[in-house]
């Protein structure tokens, strides 16, 4: 997709169209996908809360 | 987003989609030897306002973001596993070639796949697992049955060996196989063109047959579906997948036709209300929740909800009691499920710096994180019951009256919390601001005398009662404060130290005090009947008493005879010290209430005095006075003594 003006890029490559099979996660630590395995790392690694809960008030 | 019958020809990602078919071309590779370079997702701002709104889905880019992060998970967790060194390399290669096959045949069977809830959830538990203790096989195995379910699904003619686990083979989005005790390697046939699936040379089942009956060995995976308004939403009731727990959830084990019929029942219920002035958020629900996890209903917890960031398109509740609460539910898990997808993609704050804050939808404190899930999932509340208000006959409208006065003032008093936390990034910022342009937008709105009045008491209620539980006053000033007043000494003067917020595990408490506010404002007749029943109020509104009826009934000066009275006998109970506080800042003249010693002890209790301002302050004397003297002190002198600055009463010891 090409970014407009003011519209967010973000860090998560697109693989939507992606080879399961095909998909070649080493190589250059500087690729687009390499920073997105970084963050998806860090993310499991640190993960914060997983689960929002909400005990009903109805 | 709930994958239809396998075989492709029930999938919702057709020609147009945010997917599109893939039909007849094949991928490029993507990474060090791509053969056109990887992209970034681009969220649009106008996307970006909307969903800072409250509105919007998690069509488009939010759902293209997740897809892709399947995507990298997966091929994280078998690239992870082989570096392991896992024995079962063989069999995850083999399962991507299946996998990849299928794309072939058809990408949006296995985005439909790769998308359902607990994909997420079991990469996620397994790369995270990989990294710190090695490869987890039985859990490994489960990749297995996904590339099956997927290869079924784009009608593939394959073969596969699949190691069962305690859990069985599970197929995700169809259903699970249940083998024998101690059955070792089995294979699995599958022939596209009639359906069929061989299961380990025991059976042969249809993969489409929608009746949902189990077999010896197959329990399907049941489809709720529910039209209404013109519009239908189809979601899975996955009673089956070994991964839809995984939070530690009280998940409850297979339903029973009858039990399978009650959720089809509250489905409807919801639909019906949802679709009925609501469609855009119904119709945006419908795209983006793929499956309910039924959860049992605990004594803690007897009706909850919840959604988990790795699960992406699941809702995980207790069976609904009607319709209503179903919707409301909905509305809610969905507005974290928009949220976290976006997280994944846009960060909107930094690493917690450990801060705390009040949440007033929690009884336990919240990092930043926390209270933006909770503030966004309220808005999309607020949205909700702003509408039911004006479309449903009494009850009904009385308690989306009550509920929409009392969440859109909660929220909006939250944002400038968050704002003013340091933790937001600059999008962050611009989210909150979206946020706060439609709380304020929701709080022009006119809200009846009534319902506003006791939306007022339950907020102030909860507010009370969470600082009571989670603030802890500095033990130095009470150590000189219990000194002084069993000297018979004036309080000393001292200079304020903030209280510290203490840490607490995931609590969802409601006093007694909120739920009779609620019954007074939705069945003001039967709120009557009970009020002044001790036994009726503990069974309609668990835990009430008698002096929570005299509050809500508007009798202060009763209710605050009758907490003093209870905080004598049991100083340590949190929810009649709050009652108090607030009895005590609604006497229009305590000196004249009869509670009082010759009007001192009211005069200094005007407004609630330190009840009021800072009531863990006097539970925490009061607990130490009785720790010392081996007897209670009468609250309200030791309020009163606390805001005088004079000696105790004379009564007191």
């Known amino acids: ?58 | 987003m709930t994958p239809g019958p396998p075989g492709g020809t029930g999938s919702t990602f057709g020609p147009g989609s945010a997917f599109g078919t893939g039909t007849g071309s094949r991928p490029g590779r993507i990474g060090g030897s791509a053969d056109r370079p990887a992209g970034t997702h681009v969220l649009a701002r106008a996307e970006f306002d909307i969903l800072a709104a409250g509105a919007g889905g998690t069509d488009g880019v939010l759902r293209d973001a997740q897809l892709s992060r399947r995507v990298l998970l997966l091929r994280a967790v078998v690239d992870s596993a082989a570096e392991r060194g896992t024995p079962l390399q063989a069999e995850l290669r083999h399962a991507l070639a299946l996998l990849s096959d299928a794309q072939r045949r058809d990408r949006a069977a296995v985005q439909s796949v790769l998308l359902s809830p607990n994909i997420g959830a079991w990469a996620t538990h397994c790369l995270s697992r990989l990294r710190r203790s090695g490869p987890p096989e039985e859990d490994l195995a489960y990749l297995v049955g996904l590339a099956a379910a997927a290869a079924i699904r784009a009608g593939l003619d394959f073969e596969v060996t699949v190691r069962p686990t305690r859990a069985g083979v599970m197929f995700p989005t169809l259903g699970r196989a249940d083998l024998p005790p101690g059955t070792g390697e089995v294979r699995v046939r599958h022939r596209g063109g009639s359906g069929s699936l061989e299961l380990a040379g025991l059976e042969t089942i249809a993969v489409g047959d929608a009746t949902g009956n189990d077999t010896r060995v197959w329990r399907p995976l049941r489809l709720l579906s529910s039209t209404a308004g013109g519009e239908r939403i189809s979601v899975l009731l996955d009673d089956l997948d070994p991964y839809r727990g995984h939070q530690g959830l009280p998940v409850a084990g297979r339903l029973s036709r009858a039990e399978v019929a009650d959720w089809q029942a509250r489905l409807d219920e919801a639909w019906l209300l949802l679709t009925h002035g609501h469609q855009a958020r119904a119709m945006a629900i419908a795209r983006g929740v793929a499956a309910f996890v039924p959860l049992r209903a605990t004594a803690s917890a007897p009706e909850l909800s919840a959604s988990s960031r790795d699960a992406f398109g699941a809702v995980a509740l207790t069976c609904p009691t009607d319709g209503i609460t179903l919707a409301g539910a909905l509305v809610h898990e969905f507005q974290h499920a928009k949220l976290s997808a976006l997280l994944d993609l846009v960060p909107l704050h930094g690493r917690s710096g450990g801060e705390l804050f009040y949440a007033p939808w929690r009884s336990d404190p919240r990092p930043v994180r926390g209270l933006l899930q909770g503030a966004y999932a309220y808005l999309g509340l607020c949205d909700f019951w702003q509408v039911h208000r004006a479309s449903a006959g009494a009850p009904g409208a009385r308690l989306a009256e009550f509920e929409f006065a009392r969440w859109r003032d909660q929220v909006r008093r939250t944002l400038p919390t968050l704002a003013a936390s340091g933790e937001l990034t600059p999008e962050g910022s611009r989210f909150i601001g979206g946020m706060e342009r439609q709380a304020a937008e929701l709080c022009r709105a006119v809200v009846p005398d009534r319902p506003a009045a006791f939306a007022r008491i339950a907020s102030a209620d909860h507010r009370t009662t969470w600082r009571l539980r989670n603030l802890r006053p500095e033990p130095e000033t009470v150590a000189a404060r219990a000194d002084a007043w069993l000297a018979g000494r004036a309080c000393p003067a001292v200079p304020p130290v903030p209280a510290r917020v203490i840490t607490g595990r995931p609590a969802f408490h409601m006093t007694g005090r909120i739920r009779l506010a609620r019954l007074a404002v939705t069945e003001p007749e039967q709120f009557d009947q009970v009020r002044h029943n001790p036994g009726a109020l503990a069974a309609l509104a668990p835990p009430a008493t008698v002096a929570d009826a005299r509050y809500v009934s508007g009798d202060a000066a009763g209710a605050a005879r009758a907490y003093r009275d209870e905080l004598v006998r049991d100083p340590a109970r949190i929810d009649a010290w709050t009652g108090l506080a607030l009895a005590c800042r609604d006497l229009p003249d305590p000196a004249g209430s009869g509670l009082t010693d010759g009007g001192l002890t009211g005069s200094r209790l005007t407004g609630g005095g330190p009840l009021d301002a800072a009531p863990e302050e006097v539970l925490a004397l009061a607990g130490e006075i009785t720790s010392r003297s081996g007897s209670a002190p009468d609250p309200l002198g030791l309020a009163a003594w606390l805001a005088a600055g004079t000696a105790p009463p004379a009564s007191a010891g």
């Open chain 1, 1 to 58: 997709m090409e970014a407009a003006t003011g519209d967010i890029v973000s860090e998560m490559a697109d693989l939507t169209r992606a080879d399961l099979d095909g998909l070649v996660l080493t190589g250059d630590p500087n690729t687009v996908l390499s920073r997105s395995l970084r963050r998806l790392v860090r993310d499991i690694e640190h993960p914060g809360e997983a689960l929002a809960g909400f005990q009903s008030s109805i």
